[in-house]
């Protein structure tokens, strides 16, 4: 065997703690994701209602979710660029060999962050000096502006899963279709799954805080409505959410088969395989799972005799180990459970909507609505391990290992250890503004009531007995 062999079977040092930095950042980042896609479609949700129904406790939560909106924008600006330089500094096998492709959809969604960014700054300074209508589709912009960049980052990732639009020659890209790269074959499905999945750890989350106000016995307008317009957002999502991830399934099942053993448990190549709940692999074993007969192979094709390619399939040299396979796996598990928990969640409140047409009040089902954001966000993080360490031990799948893709340069564990305790600093920073905020509406009485349009409008005076502010 040639040397360089020899010396390519062994893990760069710098592997592991660029891969532990990456899925920090990213985890960290996807958190707030949401808010910037799906929290501000819920403000306009409020201030639509606010404008239409001359509702002014409506563009009272709108407009103090702008606000709360445009902290947490501020924060993803700052996790969304440590992100951007990691990818340089961290994987230059990737951005070297293949920036031409993968850049693209980083390119457009630089453009849709400065658009977002620059009418986010335009919402929040014209809500006392735009008319009301414009100032309500310089919002619209955001949102879709939100869209756009979640869609552009998708199309990064899911171009990693399957490669499309590049022509190769002696292991270099020499053209890119940036078309094909955009829209490659798992876009479409990725994208409506993060998207949905942000409706839901969004609209989950902001009722969850409501939600706990509400069963501290804070009845009022205010909160029933600061409730009603998330849960609401996420409980339509929830079943469209379901049905999104059954065909992405079988996209994976029929696109990505070594993701699919992963996720399935399946080390062996065979047909009726089962479902197994729970379960590790240990020595190309399957140990300690509850299996469903037959129920993979039903899931996969529709039939028990639908065959599925197990980990026996994949080359040696690129299969993943039992511990990559034991992640991936009890991932997809926790996904679907804490999924499964939210679309019960979501049809209870749907029966009692039906039988009493006014917020719940049933103090068990509201405990359940506090926590549902942190089951929603729970579920986000373990999709998002299904889909990266699913692609292991490939950075783009059949072209890049990993290994190939990582810096061989230094010592990455002080820089890791630098950018944890930024974003310490960071998470930090936006609590104790956040915490500031929630403490000056409640002193602040009516001065933070009025919602004028235009500069004539002057907020009104005089003490309110509604409890508005309690929140």
Known sequence: MELSALVGAVEPPQLLPARLQMAFTLGFHIIL?????AFTFMMLICQYRGLRRGDEQALVLARRWSQVAAVLFAVGAVSGTVLTFELGILWPGLMGNYGAAFGFPFAIEGLFFFLEAIFMAIYIYGWKRLPAWPHFFTGVVVTLSGIGGTASVIAANSWMNQPAGIVM???RVVDVVPSEVFFNGAFWWETVHMLLAAYIVAGFGVAGIYAWGLLKGRHDYYHRMGFLVPFTVAAIAMPLQFLVG???????????????????????????VPETLGGILIDGQVRYGIDIPDAASILAGFSPSTEIQGLDAIPAEVRPDDSLVNIVHLAFDVMVGTATLLLLLAAWFAWLWWRRREVPTNRWFLRGASVAGLVALVSLESGWVVTEVGRQPWTVVGLLLTEDAVTTEGNLWPLFAAVLAIYVCVAAGA????RGMR????????????????????????PRTDGVDDA
């Not at 994701?33 to 896609?37: E, I, S, W």
């Open 431 to 434: 609590v104790v503004v956040l």
């Open 33 to 37: 994701v949401p808010f910037g896609v």
């Open 169 to 171: 020659r002696d292991g």
């Open 246 to 272: 059954d065909t992405i399934a079988r996209q994976v099942f029929d696109r990505e088969p070594a993701k699919f053993a992963a996720i399935e448990l399946v080390p062996t190549t065979g047909d009726h």
């Open 439 to 462: 403490r000056r509406w409640q002193q602040a009485g009516t001065d933070a009531v009025a919602v004028p349009y235009g500069p004539e409008r002057a907020p009104a005076t005089g």
